[in-house]
């Protein structure tokens, strides 16, 4: 089954973290991570936008999507 590359929201006590899954290569996933204050703009200047790291390898969608939402959590903990 295909997976859809789409922005994926989750609401973490006061801010809003949002994955995009893509594929890095052939064989590996990657993401995007987007945390704001929730009610906030997402594509505001002041909110978090990280990768993940070069030197990870996710070998499916849905363990990219996870590591996303983790790190996600982390930095809107760091808030």
């Not at 290569?25 to 594509?43: A, M, S």
Request: charged content about 30%.
């Amino acid at each position: 089954m295909a997976y859809s590359s789409e922005w994926k929201k989750k609401v973490f006590e006061t801010h809003e973290i949002q994955v995009l899954v893509k594929p890095r290569n052939p064989v590996d996933w990657d993401f995007t991570v987007r945390v704001c204050r929730k009610g906030t703009n997402i594509r505001a200047a002041s909110t978090l936008v990280e990768n993940a790291p070069a030197s990870a390898h996710y070998k499916s969608p849905e363990e990219a999507e996870a590591a996303g939402f983790a790190r996600g959590k982390v930095l809107a903990e760091q808030l």
